[in-house]
């Protein structure tokens, strides 16, 4: 119940792209949907998130999009850069009461490489 | 203000050997999570501590893992007798947590552990 699946594993997308990567939770009690960005020998860096009161939030070129009757939320990446090259992990979290205590529970995570 | 702060970034030890991992948390967060990321995987939850207390130390294993916060000081995960399966990037993430919300988490860069 406290999983949360990633999909797809790897991602190509050419310069100037839209990079797409989905996942699906099974537990309604999570408030809370962030998205990492990790390179090689770095720790994850909070890309955007979203809790369950809203249906889309944009930042810059990153929006997530969250369907909560389908329990499930996207990262999408417009205009994708060389730079944008890197794993991109979801995640979740309760927040609210019970004994989460807000611990993040992580997607397997995509390796997205945008060629130029 | 600086970051979260991971010392050492790398860390070689015998079998059987203590390694001690350190997490100094960003200015004003009082919570540290501690993560675990295996070659290959995404990170899962090892222990949530607070100023002096653990809270949640459910994803650690029950032998030879610890984990404290003091009240001055960074927080330490400690492995005793280490064996070659523990040889993962260890992340320790710091919150500025308000009870009831699930609030941004910040990652340092990691430790890696490498078990010979």
């Known amino acids: 119940q406290q999983q949360v699946k990633q999909s797809p594993q790897s991602l190509i997308v050419q310069k100037g792209g839209i990079s797409i990567i989905n996942c699906a939770y099974e537990?309604?009690?999570?408030?809370?949907f962030p998205w990492y960005q990790q390179f090689p020998g770095k720790g994850p860096a909070l890309l955007i998130a979203?809790?369950?009161?809203?249906s889309e939030k944009k930042e810059g070129r990153f929006t997530i999009s969250f369907n909560k009757s389908a329990k499930q939320f996207s990262l999408h990446i417009m205009d994708s850069q060389p730079g944008d090259s890197a794993t991109y992990f979801c995640?979740?979290?309760?927040?609210?009461?019970?004994?989460?205590?807000?611990?993040?529970?992580f997607g397997q995570g995509t390796i997205l490489t945008v060629h130029p | 203000n600086a970051g979260v702060m991971q010392n050492p970034r790398h860390l070689v030890r015998r079998r059987g050997q203590e390694a001690r991992l350190r997490c100094s948390p960003m200015k004003g967060h009082s919570h540290v999570y501690w993560y675990r990321q295996l070659p290959e995987e995404g990170l899962k939850f090892m222990v949530y501590l607070q100023k002096e207390n653990i809270i949640d130390e459910s994803g650690m294993p029950k032998e030879r893992f610890s984990a404290e916060f003091p009240k001055e000081g960074p927080s330490i995960l400690r492995i005793q007798q280490v064996v070659r399966g523990d040889s993962a990037a260890y992340f320790c993430?710091?919150?500025?947590?308000?009870?009831?919300?699930?609030?941004?988490?910040?990652f340092g860069p990691g430790t890696r552990l490498t078990v010979t």
């Open positions: 979203i809790r369950p009161d809203v």
């Open positions: 537990n309604t009690a999570f408030d809370y």
């Open positions: 993430a710091s919150s500025p947590r308000v009870r009831g919300l699930s609030y941004e988490q910040y």
């Open positions: 995640a979740a979290s309760i927040g609210a009461g019970g004994t989460s205590y807000g611990k993040l529970t």
